[in-house]
């Protein structure tokens, strides 16, 4: 087995519940900061993860941390879309302008790829450190006092100095950190979400030029933005796009879109977007995905702070906001980071740090999501045409050039001061 670099032992136990994006990063972050992290996860297989999902993206300040992982981001890129720019056009068709995003190289590598593709190779790089992964463990209840917390899985207690709550969106551990169970809302939104090999259209003659090389294009219009992608040349070809919904919240990665509802939204749409939801083949994947909202949590920490909610269950984010994969990592980056500087005699104050350090920050990119949806679905297309930058994604450097390890590292002693100051007063 390689022997990744590791900061010595700091003795501190810490059980991650799931093993998404946000549990598995967490977990070799531990696991580099001399902690000993144990990963429970309900699904049986790793296959019951990876086959749910397809184009899943992590901007600079997400992906910039796979660097620090031996050979994660190169076998990323290797799967990844090789395009830096979206060519966004008016819904009925007119092409408006190419965003490129080629300046962003300085802040750190984007990846954008097959959710199940990418999750592999941080689930084999977590297996390649040696990390406890647990399958078909489901847990049930979380606990905590001064000095240990603990989880129920398959009925049966277990404890570790630190509990990680990554379960996503319909999280238990929220009710532990809360004090009450909160019921996911309907964000008003939904998503069909298309995956299909590019030979299904590569003779197509209006839309074999989406597959001929890596392509990225989105077509923008009222309550509506479809957004198309190729990647390995053209061998695979996706197609996603956020439309209102009627407000049931049933949230299923698995429940099946129909092409002709799809065909329903964009009728009147430019002919290419019709055609690409035409085109997807009987039998591909297809799926409508409800998007649930919470509202933004009072905390992330449970009141003797020894659990955590990390990832989707502490803050859910937009898809337009291009930032939940991303911020799910960084939350696994500093947790980890705040416990190592805190050490095993003061873990309490470690995930207050935790708190502390994220959470404006994750409020703040949420935001983002809702206002370039807005910027989109409410475009005034007068102005655009005379100035369209104006319609580009936010790109903004306080979120995307930013590195969550350097901050905390730099933030901790001066964060700590503010904790311990406020747990004084108490
Ligand atoms: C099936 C699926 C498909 C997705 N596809 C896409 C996509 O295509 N594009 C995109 O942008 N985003 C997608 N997402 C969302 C995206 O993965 C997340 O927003 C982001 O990666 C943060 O993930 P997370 O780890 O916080 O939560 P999740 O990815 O939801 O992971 C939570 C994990 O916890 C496990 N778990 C839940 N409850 C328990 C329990 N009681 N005990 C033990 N384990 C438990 C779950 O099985 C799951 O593996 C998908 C999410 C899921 C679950």
Redesign the pocket.
Known sequence: MPDFPRRPSTGITVII???????ISAAIECDRKGHKPII????ETIEE?TR??????FDPNGARNFERWPGVIEAMQKVARQTSWLDLYHWRGEFITRQSFAEEKNWGPRINGH?GELYSIIYQHAVDRGIDIRLG????DYFEDDSRAGVVVNGEDMFADVVIA?????S?GRKIVLGFDDKPKSSGYAVY?SWFPGHHIKNNPMLKHLVAQDTHSGWVGPDLHFLASSLKGGQEFNWVFTHVDDGNIEES?QFPGKVEDCLKYVEGWAPIVQEIVKSTPKGGRLIDHKLVFRDPLPTFISPKARIAL????AHP?L?TSIQ??SQ?IEDGVVLAACLEQAGKSKIDVGVRAFEKIRYERVHKAQATGVKTREKWHKANWDKIREDPEAIHLTREAWLLDFDAEEDCYRRFGEVVRAVEGAKAKL
């Open positions: 519940v799931g093993a998404g994006f946000a549990g429970l996860e309900k699904a993860i749910f999902g397809d184009i899943i993206s959710r463990q489901r847990v049930t990554a379960e996503g969106v319909r238990r979400r990665w990390i990832g989707d269950a984010f898809p939940g994969a799910s």
